[in-house]
C-alpha cells in the first residue's frame, strides 16, 4: 500500500446517519405511562439495530464472529441445513424458505464456527431443534423463525425436549432476531456452564416455558439479553439459575399467559447465586415480573410495570454492567414500540463480509459468495488503501461493496497497471462482471504515471463493468486516459449503470464504453496534460445504433485546471471500425468549465462527430457558450433524455427513485 493518492482526492464530507431509533423516542412521548422506580435516562448515542456484530458479554474474551471467513451457501432443505451446520470448517448458512425437518422433533446439530441467518424474513425451521453439543464455539443464529414442535396435550413439554435451540457447555454464541413459537419443551435452553452468550431482538410467543438458562450448580455463565417480546408465554422469560451476571434490559413481556397459577406465571426469576441486572424494560399483564431467590441479587432500575402483581423484588448490588461493555439504553416507555417493531426476522438484514477483518483482501471476500447468488451480499471494507486488482465475475451477482470510511477517500482500491501488459480490459483495477452490483463511499484508482514513461498502451482503467443495473453512489475514480470505462458484453446487448453523487477525473476518453450510464450530481474533473489546445476529450462513447441511450451527464459539474478552449466534451468510439457503434451521448443542466472547446466535439479514426448523437441541454458555466457546432436539445425532445428514459429498459430500473 502506498499513500500518494492525496494530490487527486476530492473529498466529501461525512454524512451524519438519522436512525429509526428517534422514531422510538418519538413514540415514547405519547404512552403516558410512569414507571414504579426512577427513570434511567436514556444514551442519546446513535445504535444500528441491525448490527451484524455482537454486542455485550458474545461479544468478550475475543468475540463471537460466527461463520466469518467462510464461504457463503445457501440451503433450502434439511439435508444441506445438516450438511453445512455440522462441517468443521466455517459457514455461513443462509436458510431460504421452510425447511420441515424429519422426523418431528428431530435435531440439526450445528457445529463451531457458524452463521446461520433466515433470508429475508421469511426463514424457517419447522419440528425440528438447533442444538449445539459440549464444546461448541462461536456460533450465530439469526434472523430465523423456528416453529411448531408441539405436541397436542403436553403443554409442560415433559414427554418430549423439543426445544427451539438447545445448547450445552458452548462459549460465544449470538441469538439474535429470530421467533420462537410453539415448540414442545423450551423455546431457548442454555445450559451447564455456557458462557459468553447475548440473547437480542428475538419474539418469544405461544409457549408455556419460554426461556431457561442454568442446569448447574457451578456459578460461570455470562449473559445479555436485550430487546426481546415474551408475548403469549407463561414461565422462564427467562429463568436464570446460577449466572455469574445477566444483564436483561429493554426487554418487552406482554400478553402473558393468565391461568391463576400463583407460582409458575412469572417474568424475570433471579435463581440460585444469579446476580441479575434489570434496566429500562417493559411488564404489561404480567404476574411477578422480577423475582430472585434469597441467594441471589437483583437490581432493577428504570422498568415500567402496568397491570402487574406480584413479587417485583430487589437486593444485592449485582454488577455494573458497563464495567464489562458499552451499551446504549433506549428509553422504558419506547421500548413497547421499537421491541415489536425491531425484535424478529427482518427483511432488511442479510450477509456481510468484513474486509479485513474476516477476510484478508476485498477479492477473498468476492470468491466467498457463491456463484448465481440469489440475495444480497454486502461486502463491508474497512478505511485503508488496498492496492490489488478486484474482480467480480458474472456467476456472482447481487453484491454490495461498501467502505465504510466517514469519507470515500478513506477506502481506496488502488493498482497501477496500463494497457501496455495485458490489454485494455487487463488494466482495470477493478473489473464488475456481474449484474446488480452496487459500490457506495468508496475510491477506485489506477494510478499508472503516464507522464514517467513511454508506452504505447498508456490506457489504465480504474474501473471496468459489463454487468447490468450497476451503481455507483459516492463513489471516486481516479487516473488518467480511460479512467472509468461502462461496457457491456456484446455491442447490441444493453448494460445500464448509474453513478450519482460520484467524482471522475482523468484527460483521454476518460469515461467511455458503449453501456447506457447515467452521471447524476457529480463532479468531472478534466486534468490539464501541458497543451495549450487539446488536453483531451471527456467521454469516448460507442453505443450501439440499436440503442437511442449511451451516455448522459445531468446536474453535474466539471472543472479543470487545463488552459481555456483546450478540451472536448467528446469523440465517438467505433472499437476496430465498428459502423454500428454511434455514439450517444447528452450533456445538461451542467456545469462546464473555460477549458471547454467552443466547438466540444471532435472526430474519432475517420469517423465524424456529426455522425454521432451529441446534444446539449441548458449547461451552464464559461464553457457553455452557444456556437453553430454545438447541437441543443429542443423542450420536447429534452424530455425524452432523462434518467428514467435512460435507465428503465424492459424491467423498469429505478435506482434513482430512492433519493
Not at 111 to 124: L, M, P
Not at 275 to 293: C, F, L, R, T, W
Not at 548 to 570: E, M, N
Not at 601 to 628: H, I, L, V
Request: net charge negative.
Amino acid at each position: 500500500m502506498t499513500q500518494h493518492l492525496d494530490s487527486k482526492r476530492l473529498q466529501r464530507p461525512g454524512y451524519g446517519m438519522v436512525l429509526a431509533a428517534v422514531l422510538g423516542l418519538v413514540a415514547a412521548l405519547s404512552l403516558g405511562v410512569i414507571g414504579q422506580a426512577g427513570a434511567v435516562t436514556a444514551e442519546k448515542a446513535p445504535v444500528d439495530r441491525w448490527s451484524d456484530r455482537a454486542h455485550g458479554f458474545a461479544s468478550l474474551a475475543g468475540g463471537t464472529t460466527g461463520g466469518a471467513g467462510g464461504k457463503v451457501v445457501t440451503v433450502t432443505d434439511q439435508a444441506s441445513l445438516a450438511a453445512y451446520a455440522a462441517a468443521e470448517e466455517p459457514y455461513v448458512i443462509r436458510v431460504s424458505g421452510t425447511i420441515a425437518v424429519e422426523p418431528f422433533g428431530s435435531d440439526i446439530v450445528v457445529g463451531s464456527n457458524k452463521t446461520i441467518i433466515g433470508v429475508g424474513d421469511t426463514g424457517e425451521i419447522v419440528h425440528g431443534e438447533l442444538h449445539l453439543n459440549p464444546g461448541t464455539h462461536n456460533v450465530i443464529i439469526r434472523n430465523l423463525t423456528i416453529r411448531d414442535s408441539y405436541v397436542e396435550g403436553d403443554w409442560d413439554g415433559k414427554t418430549t425436549d423439543f426445544d427451539a435451540i438447545q445448547m450445552d457447555t458452548v462459549d460465544h454464541v449470538w441469538i439474535d432476531h429470530n421467533r420462537f413459537t410453539h415448540m414442545g419443551d423450551g423455546l431457548l435452553d442454555i445450559r451447564k456452564d455456557s458462557r459468553y452468550i447475548t440473547v437480542s431482538y428475538n419474539q418469544f410467543t405461544n409457549h408455556n416455558k419460554a426461556f431457561g438458562i442454568g442446569w448447574t450448580t457451578n456459578v460461570l455463565t455470562e449473559m445479555t439479553i436485550d430487546h426481546n417480546w415474551f408475548r403469549g408465554t407463561k414461565q422462564r422469560n427467562p429463568s436464570a439459575d446460577n449466572l455469574a451476571y445477566a444483564h436483561l434490559y429493554n426487554n418487552y413481556l406482554s400478553s402473558q399467559v393468565a391461568d391463576g397459577d400463583p407460582v409458575w406465571t412469572y417474568g424475570n426469576w433471579a435463581r440460585g447465586k444469579t446476580k441479575m441486572v434489570i434496566e429500562n424494560s417493559y411488564y404489561d399483564g404480567v404476574q411477578h415480573p422480577y423475582q430472585a431467590d434469597a441467594t441471589a441479587e437483583l437490581v432493577q432500575r428504570g422498568s415500567i410495570l402496568k397491570h402487574t402483581s406480584g413479587r417485583t423484588d430487589a437486593w444485592g448490588t449485582a454488577f455494573d454492567p458497563r464495567s464489562f461493555y458499552a451499551y446504549r439504553l433506549d428509553p422504558a416507555a419506547a421500548v413497547p414500540s421499537l421491541v415489536s417493531r425491531f425484535s424478529g426476522p427482518q427483511q432488511r438484514i442479510g450477509v456481510t463480509l468484513h474486509v479485513p477483518g474476516d477476510y484478508p483482501t476485498v477479492q477473498t471476500a468476492v470468491d466467498a459468495v457463491p456463484d448465481r447468488n440469489a440475495e444480497r451480499v454486502t461486502i463491508a471494507v474497512a478505511p485503508g488503501i488496498y492496492r490489488a486488482k478486484v474482480y467480480i465475475p458474472a456467476t456472482k451477482p447481487r453484491i454490495v461493496l461498501q467502505g465504510t470510511g466517514q469519507d470515500r477517500s478513506d477506502t481506496v482500491i488502488v493498482y497501477d497497471t496500463p494497457a501496455e501488459y495485458g490489454g485494455s480490459t487487463g488494466s482495470a483495477t477493478v473489473r464488475i462482471a456481474a449484474n446488480d452490483v452496487t459500490a457506495r463511499h468508496l475510491t477506485f484508482s489506477n494510478d499508472f504515471d503516464e507522464a514517467a514513461v513511454e508506452l504505447k498502451g498508456e490506457q489504465a482503467l480504474a474501473m471496468k463493468t459489463t454487468g447490468d443495473r450497476i451503481v455507483f453512489e459516492d463513489t471516486a475514480f481516479l487516473g488518467n486516459q480511460d479512467t472509468l470505462m461502462t461496457d457491456s458484453p456484446k455491442l447490441d446487448v444493453i448494460s445500464r449503470v448509474y453513478l450519482r453523487d460520484s467524482y471522475i477525473e482523468g484527460d483521454v476518453d476518460f469515461i467511455y464504453g458503449r453501456a447506457t450510464t447515467v452521471i447524476e450530481r457529480s463532479v468531472i474533473r478534466a486534468l490539464s496534460r501541458g497543451s495549450e489546445s487539446n488536453n483531451g476529450y471527456i467521454t469516448a462513447a460507442s453505443t450501439w445504433t440499436g440503442n437511442p441511450y449511451g451516455f448522459l451527464i445531468t446536474r453535474s459539474k466539471v472543472v479543470s485546471d487545463a488552459p481555456d478552449q483546450s478540451f472536448h466534451l467528446g469523440r465517438p468510439w467505433h472499437p476496430g471500425g465498428e459502423p454500428a457503434a454511434v455514439a450517444q451521448v447528452v450533456i445538461r443542466d451542467t456545469e462546464l468549465p473555460a477549458a471547454v472547446k467552443t466547438s466540444p466535439w471532435t472526430d474519432m479514426s475517420g469517423f465524424s462527430w456529426k455522425d454521432a448523437r451529441f446534444a446539449e441541454y441548458r449547461n451552464s458555466g464559461p464553457g457553455a457558450a452557444p456556437s453553430a457546432d454545438r447541437p441543443q436539445l429542443g423542450a420536447a425532445d429534452a424530455r425524452t433524455y432523462t434518467v428514467a428514459n435512460y435507465l428503465k429498459g424492459t424491467d423498469g430500473w429505478a435506482p434513482h427513485a430512492r433519493h
